[in-house]
């Protein structure tokens, strides 16, 4: 049943220095859909796919607001992400009945990221699975960072999280350099087209499947759904996944396309120390 | 006659029962979770050791403000040299009156925070406007406790805008801000001196530093000549907006002082020959 002896649970390492629980729980977050972040100078936008269950469900909601001036984009387990935006809300309402100003992001993702990595040195627990991206607008500008289980917190200028996302990170390292000084309606067009190539081959972005949200200088924290993500996909010429249509891909090695088949998530993944032989 | 006060006109213990000598040693550490607890739990009702005026005024180019340097036990001089206007980070600073016991409790927190507000952060965060909202916060929650913090604080500094901030909160958790401010008798003695020079923001804005000092100083002489409580030697702070500075300056003596009136006061204490 265990693929070797060091991974009964998230307090042990492997000889080769790894934590294999917080790997897996890494892993979940690319059974979730994608979420694509990034930033200019004055603004944060997050996009995402939501995904439904089924074809009568409802669909599974992907960005949460937690102030008027930040909200996190999630890929993975959903409910451990509603346990870290409750904490979060509950931190942002207290900064301001304290203090009486808004929780400033640094803050706020510092402090679920230590609540994560006490789950990954305490015996008994797991550690959450799920990824998030945090968006905010503070004292300090925009922002936008990568939360993972491991309790590993990076300010990024563009990152994606989530199934295929790869591609999204591919999109974002080619436009990077144009992000800081785009309009609003430049970023989410950047945003949504980095979106686009996480799709798989037969589906498309639709006003049910798309969600997209920004905050920053004098805009609160909006998210747009359904019908009022129409104005935002018209941003696009095609609503579906380019690189499909000239498939042949590069080196569609990795973990980014494959979906709930386990056996090749059991694959060390590729961050690796230079492992050694870890099979038993 | 029987000197033990317990015998003095005590209703008959056959009506009411014993003495119940709880109410002699009630104290306000908490012994509720004993179960020989038969008086209630006591709080702070009067400050022991306190501080007297806290006092402030803003001018043309920020805030001065004054605080002695004595701890009064009742009417005794229990101690003469307390830093009473404490800096907060680098952008506020708090001056505090009423009891010393609970201001150096005031004084680890405020450091607790610095110390928390310094963490994962590459700029200071904590400035006087979020430090009023703080002890406004902490004040408020103490007196709902029925058990509050007996202090006045004055937080001057500046807010997330580099504008003055200059705030009173008291042991209620009211908060109030004005152009002059005092804390206890500098309420009755300063405040209408302040307000000769200083009754409106408009009147701050023409007066210069030098003036605010001189009128602080003059403040600073009057409550010594008539409050019995308080101390010729003080700290001085003085708050710069055009240059942002935050300058303490300690050990200031009250001068000019003319005590020759004093000889033909009579009818107090043993007469001078």
Redesign the interface.
């Known amino acids: 049943m265990f693929r070797n002896n060091y991974d009964n649970d998230a307090t042990t390492f492997s000889p080769t220095g790894r934590i294999f629980q917080i790997e897996y729980a890494i892993e979940a977050i690319k059974q979730g859909s994608a979420a694509v972040g990034l930033v200019s100078k004055t603004h944060v936008v997050l996009v995402a796919l939501k995904r439904n269950a089924e074809e009568l469900g409802s669909y599974q909601k992907k960005i949460i607001k937690v102030d008027n001036h930040m909200g996190i984009a999630l890929a993975g387990l959903a409910p451990d992400a509603r346990i870290l935006s409750n904490y979060l809300r509950q931190q942002a309402m207290s900064s301001k009945?304290?203090?009486?100003?808004p929780l400033?992001l640094?803050?706020a993702v510092?402090s679920i990221a230590d609540k994560a990595q006490e789950n990954t040195q305490s015996a008994g627990g797991r550690p959450y699975g799920v990824g998030l991206l945090v968006a905010g607008f503070d004292?300090?500008g925009a922002h936008l960072y990568e939360f993972l289980p491991s309790g590993s917190v990076l300010e990024y200028v563009g990152a994606a999280i989530g199934a295929r996302s790869q591609a999204a990170k591919t999109f974002l390292e080619r436009k990077f350099d144009e992000f800081p000084n785009a309009t609003k309606e430049q970023l989410i067009e950047f945003a949504l087209t980095a979106l686009r190539d996480t799709l798989a081959q037969d589906k498309e972005l639709t006003t049910a499947n798309t969600t997209v949200a920004i905050v920053g200088k004098d805009q609160d924290f909006t998210v747009y759904d359904d019908d009022n993500v129409e104005q935002w996909l018209n941003l696009l010429d095609s609503l579906t996944n380019t690189r499909s249509t000239n498939i042949k891909d590069e080196e569609d090695d990795d973990d980014d396309d494959d979906e709930g088949d386990n056996e090749n998530a059991e694959e060390a993944p590729a961050a690796a120390p230079e492992s050694m032989d870890i099979d038993p | 006659m029987n000197h033990d006060p317990f015998h003095w006109g005590r209703p008959s213990q056959g009506t009411y029962g014993d003495y119940n000598y709880n109410i002699a040693h009630a104290s306000n550490v908490d012994k509720s979770n004993k179960s020989n607890s038969e008086f209630p739990k006591m709080h702070t009702q009067q400050p022991m050791i306190t501080g007297t005026s806290v006092i402030a005024i803003k001018y043309n180019d920020g805030i001065v403000m004054a605080a002695d340097n004595m701890g009064s036990y009742g009417s005794l001089l229990k101690l003469d040299d307390l830093q009473r206007i404490i800096p907060v980070g680098s952008n506020s600073v708090v001056g505090i009156s009423g009891d010393i016991s609970d201001f150096q409790y005031l004084e680890r927190l405020l450091d607790d925070l610095e110390v928390e507000d310094s963490?994962?952060?590459?700029?200071e965060?904590l400035?006087a406007?979020?430090l009023s909202?703080?002890l406004t916060?902490v004040m408020y929650n103490r007196r709902s406790k029925m058990n509050p913090l007996w202090n006045a604080i004055i937080v001057a500094g500046f807010d997330?805008n580099d504008e003055l901030v200059l705030k009173h909160v008291d042991l209620l958790g009211v908060a109030y801000s004005s152009p002059t401010l005092a804390t206890g008798f500098g309420n009755h003695l300063a405040i209408p001196l302040l307000r000769q020079k200083v009754e409106t923001e408009d009147d701050a804005a023409k007066l210069t530093k030098e003036e605010a000092i001189k009128t602080i100083k003059d403040c600073m002489k009057v409550l010594f000549y008539r409050d019995a409580r308080s101390w010729d030697k003080y700290s001085l702070c003085v708050i710069e907006k055009s240059t942002k500075s935050i300058k303490i300056e300690k050990d200031v003596k009250v001068e000019g002082m003319k005590w020759d009136f004093a000889q033909h006061i009579t009818g107090y204490g043993i007469p001078q020959q």
């Open positions: 009945m304290v203090f009486n100003r400033s640094s803050k510092h004292d300090s | 963490y994962d952060m590459e700029n965060n400035k406007n979020h909202e703080y916060r997330d």
